[in-house]
């Protein structure tokens, strides 16, 4: 799998590219600002796109904007974006396309080479990743809300949901709540119904469309009042 790497921090962009290397991965191209993330990204066209969001040459969010904007010119290119924060707007932006091989971990969550790697996988195949982290923080500021359409589910459609934004499958979701698999599907039909979402087989369908229903509040961040 060819892998373009974007880290400012020369240790940690250094200790990404030495790992994924040992782990099979290969390194097109090793970059520190956003300038040079776009041109490696029109240039090699990998298989995968590992970007810190926050790059030179203002540490704002000129990384997302780099892969964004790549995006836009090769549709699907997988993005797997690395945080120290939880930024709503930058989640939604990632996911707007509805395409999939998206994902936003925080760099201080991940925890093992294994997971780390199982989670380039899932990107680069068309899969949708969302730090735990992350999901429950969206799904906070929805809930400090109190949007009619969450405020239908039950405390067990709401970990269900949870779990469906991480991109479990059912069988998954299932082994974590200790519950059937039948009830998991009872339970995500009853969670499409309540948030007039349309069920779909397709689980990285599933995730975007939870998501983006999730992060529907305005880019300002304010949630608009109930009625």
Do not use: C, W
């Not at 040079?36 to 540490?59: C, K, M, N, Q, S």
């Not at 969010?61 to 690395?82: K, Q």
């Amino acid at each position: 799998m060819r892998v373009v790497v974007a880290e400012d921090l020369f240790l940690l962009r250094e200790g990404l590219v030495r790992l994924l290397k040992a782990r099979g991965f290969e390194i097109v191209a090793a970059t520190d600002s956003a300038p040079g993330l776009l041109d490696a990204l029109l240039e090699f066209r990998p298989d995968l796109a590992i970007v810190d969001i926050r790059l030179p040459p203002t540490h704002t969010d000129d990384g997302l904007r780099a892969a964004l904007s790549a995006r836009e010119r090769i549709p699907g290119l997988p993005i797997l974006l690395l945080s120290q924060y939880v930024e709503q707007i930058y989640a939604q932006e990632l996911l707007a396309d509805q395409a999939g091989g998206v994902g936003y971990l925080l760099k201080d969550r991940v925890f093992s080479d294994d997971q780390f790697v199982d989670v380039i996988r899932t990107v680069a195949a068309g899969g949708t990743v969302m730090d735990p982290e992350v999901v429950t923080k969206l799904l906070g500021r929805h809930r400090h809300g109190e949007r009619e359409h969450l405020s239908r589910l039950t405390e067990r459609e709401r970990q269900v949901l949870e779990l469906m934004a991480e991109g479990r499958s059912n069988s998954a979701i299932a082994n974590r709540l200790f519950v059937s698999e039948k009830a998991v599907s009872k339970h995500s039909t009853s969670i499409f119904t309540k948030l007039d979402l349309a069920p779909s087989d397709d689980d990285n369908r599933r995730v975007l469309a939870v998501l983006a229903h999730l992060m529907s509040v305005p880019r300002d961040g304010r949630v608009p009042p109930s009625h």
